[in-house]
């Protein structure tokens, strides 16, 4: 059999979606889940209560949207409050089913490793798509029955801002949480690789511009905040007549995705090692 | 092991950062001498002199003292000047010969790409307004220095204005695959900004505005620096992309925001890789860490222990 056939019958053979299904199915019901749901759902309360802010804003709704919803993505829904809560979800991805003791029980199934580690990331990208998917449209809707908008409106905000929005979301909250699973397959608590990850990220985004000699954290390039800035850039107009985030969205999206591929195989070699007694 | 996985994955980040920070070969600078911009003629030269408003068979004359051999752009416009007006430009020398005349046709924005002065001393741009014209057209002249590679510093807020402009005019199309670096330095009792005005004769709803800002304005960027501070920007001068925005030539201003002093402005330009080579080195990296991870994916549990 041919090193091709191998990998088909291999990717044909694997129970990720079965393994991914039963993580969500778990997710659902925890504490962890319900809290980062409510925290994600924050933004939306308070435009829900709070009066139109629109005015005589350029673009009409949908330019007012894409500031909006721009910058409770940047500084929001992927910044510490949500960062803090994925660090701690992904991290009890193995270390925390070694505190429960079920990982062992789940290595005695038939079931190979790395299908146990990929139907959970698979699990974990379900449900974050969900929250965002959730809040990014719950929070246009909100906007648009705020500020008077028809059905014209709604229809240019879903089929050309609501997607971008997910997407950048959904890349920047993954690409922390990679690192998180990354220590979690690695170390033996939950609590350690959280607390791991945490540091990591906010001491990349705290000391990486002190190091690099940066005028101001928020113009420091080389941290996630700011390609993703350069990245929803892309999509949605942030300030009328200038670029807030200058750099090429090309480049933030090649090194963000295989920043993640590459923190997912260092999951896999460290779960494959892994010893569970 | 676990130690060299770390050492690997800090060497892939410092990697990227790089790849981030790519420089590509910066033009170098040339020397210009500092200019004092402190009094009421030298603020006038290389600048706007103040809007008139003009009505069909009207004309008006704007001196100029202009250097021999420097090549100027010279642009008219104005504000809410529409498709009824008819506005002509005529060039005339010291010895009221004219030398140059741009006759557009209604509507349209008049302007002399690249005029270069033979001898040093005063022109006279006249500004006519057509007979064939209608309604009345707030208009203006701008001689912007024609900008390849410069560094030049300048005083700003002496005249206790807001419309302290310096003016440049740049030529996208000469610069077909560059980047244009901007960056602006000012001293500490002196904020300003950068705007960068777009215009072009193939569309003719473009057009400057040379006013203060408070008339408001259509530039299409624009970046403001603190006291003391230097900022820098960037535009893609790329024409393979056709873009909408600069398409035909940049006005870079520098507008005074409050305080005085000097401010240094440095234009340089960088080559603009090819879309294929961007594509392929992003395109390597990404199959390259695609291809790691289905590797250990697939087949990385059979093999390793």
Redesign the interface.
Known sequence: MSLIEKGLSRILDAKIFLVAGEEVRNVFKTMKFKFLLFVMSLPILIHLLAPSEMGDSVGGIPGFFQRLAGDTILNYWTAWAAQILVVFLAADMIAGEEEKDTLKILLTKPVRKSDILLGKILGFLIYIGFITTFVLTSFSLVLIWQEGGDYDDYWEISLKYLVPGEFVVLIGLFTVASLSIMLSAGMKRSLYAGLTGLLLVFGHSIFGPILFGAESITTFEFTLAYQLGVLLEQFYVLAPNKNLYEGDPLTAFTILTSLNFIFLSIALFLFYRREVT | ??LL?FNI?FI??IL??V????SHSTVGLSDVEIQKNNNGDTFFFEGIPYPLLLSPSNSTTFPFNLKKGVPYAVLLGGEYISNLHDLDLRIFDENLTQIESVDSSKGKMTQIPSFVPEYNGTYYFVIDFNPNGDGIAICSLLIATLLENTSKSFYLGANGNSSSYFCYAINVKSHPKEKMKISLSVEQNLAAEIRLYPFTLVNDQKKFIPTDSNRGGS?????ATKKGETLS??IELDQRNNDPVFDEWILVTTHLLYGEGEATLNISYEEIPEDWE??AI?GV??I???V??LV??????KY??
């Open positions: 092991m676990r996985l994955l892939f980040i990227n950062s790849c981030i920070n790519d530039f299409q960027y624009s970046k920007c960037s961007r594509w992003h990296v990404f390259l860490s695609l790691i991870f250990f994916a697939i087949f990385g549990e390793i222990r």
